[in-house]
């Protein structure tokens, strides 16, 4: 919840300075035309490194990523400024004032290199979402409806079109859409486990490890669901993951949630309602809620949906003791949240370091009372306490990370602990866990 309050300050901010102006649709304008140049900048960037240094300075198995770490995040960022772009178009072509004015002439210089780096990214779940907001808009926004209507024969061509282009994301590739369908598959499953109450946000991971190990277990399976699973650091659907949280609640809540952000912002008659119908349906195959650029896009979007179309003092009072208990959980939170990120930059340096066992250990141990919940230091940490000969306290260490991965190398090294300590059997135990976590990898 920590990581939560600056952008719980970013909300209460904007909507308490939204309420103290007279023109409504400010904070929407200034929304769009920073998504547009923020849009144009990473696409300007993206297609001026890659001419310059080439497609090889990505990182494999990446091509186009912009300054995100993954093409995915990136890919979704390029199609909400894309349909708010088309939006604009449509909507304020005719308009003379001066902020449409610039909406408009900033929408035409976007559309052109956001839609050639948006192919470049390969972002399937982009596509989708993107694709689906611009039919929806043409309907809704322009007379292709009835264009269409006398011109059946080009309705049933389009639809042709979209199923082809739908087997062809799918072919394209395969093996990670058919992963895909398998984690989702995979999640249902642990919230069927944990119905009612979840398993809270820390376990999340756990309990699809836990689902999916039960699901190989219990029956063989076909070669292809082997052979995709994994074990995944995001849950690729953000409702599922609030389910696997909270239970059959939270599930229906984050639904519930996304479609009243989208609801609001048509009943406004905004161009960001596109943005947020796109940001909900990618919120259904990949993880926008674990890219620090989308919460900060969630968090504007959601301003601009709560905020009454009428001002009214006791809103301005609302919102002013909202962002001052914000401001004040902040401050006081700060300090913890400081010492957190410095024990993460001392632990990251260390990676770098060619420092022994006993050194790294010692050099890592004060820092668990701050990356406790980091389960990629509990295992370096677990593995350098392994290497020392301190099985026990090792198996601790790890213990705590697999309640936060489902990431079979802990219970791996769990396994060779109980080796160490003579104790067979529950090596056997723990070696059988990890292959059933993904018994595809050898």
């Not at 990136?74 to 004015?101: N, Q, T």
């Not at 599930?251 to 008659?269: D, E, P, T």
């Not at 349906?281 to 009428?310: D, H, I, M, N, W």
């Amino acid at each position: 919840m920590v990581t939560l309050l600056p952008y719980a300050v970013l909300l209460t901010g904007l909507l308490l300075v939204a309420n103290l102006f007279k023109k409504n649709d400010w904070l929407e304008r200034s929304v769009c035309i920073g998504l547009l140049g923020w849009t144009l900048l990473e696409s300007v960037w993206t297609i001026v490194q890659t001419l310059r240094d080439g497609v090889g300075t990505y990182r494999y198995p990446y091509i186009i990523s912009g300054s995100f770490f993954s093409p995915a995040p990136f890919g979704a960022l390029l199609a909400i400024g894309l349909v708010v772009a088309v939006a604009s178009l449509v909507r304020f072509r005719k308009e003379k004032a001066l902020p449409s004015k610039i909406q408009y002439y900033l929408s035409i210089v976007t559309i052109l290199p956001a839609a050639i780096v948006l192919v470049a990214s390969r972002s399937r779940s982009a596509w989708v979402g993107l694709l689906v907001a611009l039919v929806l808009l043409l309907l809704r926004e322009t007379r292709c409806k009835e264009w269409l209507r006398q011109r059946r024969a080009v309705a049933v061509a389009a639809v042709l079109i979209l199923y082809v282009a739908c087997a062809v994301m799918f072919r394209m590739k395969q093996d990670s859409a058919i992963g895909r369908f398998h984690l989702w598959h995979m999640e249902c499953r642990a919230i069927v486990a944990h119905p009612w109450t979840g398993v809270g946000f820390d376990h999340v991971l756990k309990a699809y490890g836990d689902a999916q190990a039960a699901y190989f277990q219990q029956a063989e399976r076909p070669e292809v669901f082997v052979r995709v699973a994994d074990s995944p650091v995001y849950v690729f659907n953000e409702y599922l993951r609030f389910g696997m949280a909270w239970g059959l609640g939270g599930l229906l809540l984050s639904i519930a949630a996304a479609a009243w952000v989208v609801w609001r912002l048509f009943l406004k008659r905004s161009v960001l309602a596109y943005a947020a119908l796109v940001y909900a349906l990618f919120a259904f195959a990949s993880f926008p809620l674990s890219v620090v650029q989308l919460k900060l896009l969630g968090t504007l979007l959601l301003a601009v949906a709560l905020l009454p179309e009428r001002r009214a003092r006791w809103f301005t009072a609302l919102w002013g003791l909202a962002f001052c208990a914000c401001v004040i959980a902040a401050v006081r939170a700060y300090p913890e949240e400081k010492a957190r990120h410095e024990a993460e930059r001392i632990w990251r340096s260390s990676l770098l370091m060619e420092l022994d066992a006993e050194s790294a250990s010692t050099r890592l141990a004060p820092l668990y009372a701050y990356l406790k919940d980091n389960s990629r230091y509990l295992y370096q940490y677990g593995c350098l306490l392994h290497e020392t000969g301190d099985y026990q306290e090792s198996n601790r260490i790890l213990e705590q990370g697999a309640e936060r991965s489902c990431d079979p190398a802990f219970h791996t090294m769990m396994a060779k602990n109980y080796l160490a300590l003579g104790d067979p059997e529950a090596a056997e135990k723990e070696y059988r866990q990890a292959h059933w976590l993904v018994p595809g990898r050898q």
